[in-house]
């Protein structure tokens, strides 16, 4: 039978990982009971919650309360473990190459209208003829894109912070828009690199259309760029021409300029490229256009890049408009940041961020634990965002992106990179194999006749010993 051998490199990533960690904790015992909920929350196959991790790892019969003062008492905290936890990802990104982050907002369904941050919010589990609401806390989500090896990428989430609205139930954490979130985490991002002497180290940070807005043009900090895809409406200026020396105000903006739709109705002007995206070939049609400006934001020059599917192709899409913040030249130009292969290639790789989504929703249980503190419903969300990231990025640096691990079946052999459900199974192997992890269950015997004759054994007796 082939079985998935041990690695115990995974084991030794993910222990170096918590132990950096431990300083993010005042207390020692804090910190052990820390690294007993992240062991809990491998093993358990039921809901994610504190309850089930304590009887995962059979402390049934001990006082319940300290795991939960582990978030209702602030013990954890996430401004502690995600500088910790970005420090580590900079190990993994040479001080002159890029730095990818992705900017997304995801909501964790509620039942309970008093909870922290919880709201009425539209329902996205609704099709979308028929929509809905339900109550939801709102959280902005920032992920670090992994180095791209053969087309692929990972989002290991590095900031999981509330953004909730003026509206929704709030005792301790004050009100945000999505856009300030990103702001925040841009500003915190920047401090980081500087506090690890790399000032001049570049980010690009990708987001989809909710993050084309002014509060981010407004505030994007210095060496941060931002490629964020546009409305096809979206009205844009020209640059305002040179003063000529008279009195008055200067302009700030030029003539109205076209708008994303006016520029992929043109029909001369596309340039065709190859992108190599999670191991296939993707033809695309892109057309640049720029400096622009937005009205609020005169003195953030942006680009726009319009993108479509090649004709006559298999990946034949709508055309999508992106904008990016400009970069000035030598000459004073303004021009892309980056070519434009790199920017479409990460800005594909944004779905990555979606993909962590529905894993934190699905296998680690993503506002399943029953904190009702106002402290703990937002602390008990970050922890799981960060077990999820400590667990990611040890399987990154134990595997690499496509060195895929390998599977035990003989009808499947594995995809170009490792799948999320792999690395999970990689570390339940792993952790089987260390004498105080061995399962308790044995093999099934391939006989099944004597398999019988020992159920009708053991039922014999159990009958016997009730009618004792």
Known sequence: MTTMAQNAALLKNLFGLLEAHRGAFAQERTYRRVVGLVLAEIFVFARHTVSQLLMCLGQTEVDWSAAYRVFSQRRFRAERVRTVLIGETLKEVKPDELYVVGVDATHTPRT???????????????????????????????????????????????????????????????SCTEGEAAVDFLLELRGQLKSQQRDRQEVLAVGDGRYDELTLWQSLPECTFLLARSAANRALYELPPAPS????????????????????????GWRELT????????????????????????????????????DNSRTRRDPLPFLVNARKSADGTWQLPFPVETLLFWAWQRWELEVCHRELKSNFGLGQKQCFNPYSAVASVQWSAWVYAILVLAGYRTFGLTRSRT?????????????????????????WQVSEFHALSALTPADWGEKEALLRALRNAVFAAAAA
Not at 410 to 427: I, P, V
């Open 112 to 174: 309970s209208g008093k909870l922290e941050g919880c709201g009425w919010a539209r329902n996205p589990r609704n099709p979308a003829f028929r929509p809905g609401i339900h109550k939801a806390q709102r959280w902005s989500h920032g992920s670090w894109l992994v180095p791209a090896e053969t087309g692929y990428s990972r989002a290991v989430p590095v900031w999981f912070q509330p953004a909730f609205t003026e509206r929704t139930t709030r005792q301790v954490t004050a």
């Open 245 to 268: 020396g008279g009195r008055g105000r200067r302009r700030l903006y030029g003539v109205r300029a076209p708008t994303p739709q006016d520029v992929w109705r043109e029909r001369k």
């Open 275 to 310: 992108l190599q995206v999670r191991g296939r070939d993707r033809h695309l049609q892109v057309k640049v256009r720029g400096p622009f400006l937005r009205r609020g934001a005169p003195h953030c020059p942006l680009m726009l890049v319009v993108v479509r599917g090649k």
């Open 407 to 431: 599977v035990p079946t003989a009808w499947w052999h594995g995809s170009g990179r490792w799948s999320l459900n792999t690395l999970w199974r990689s570390y339940r192997t792993a952790f």
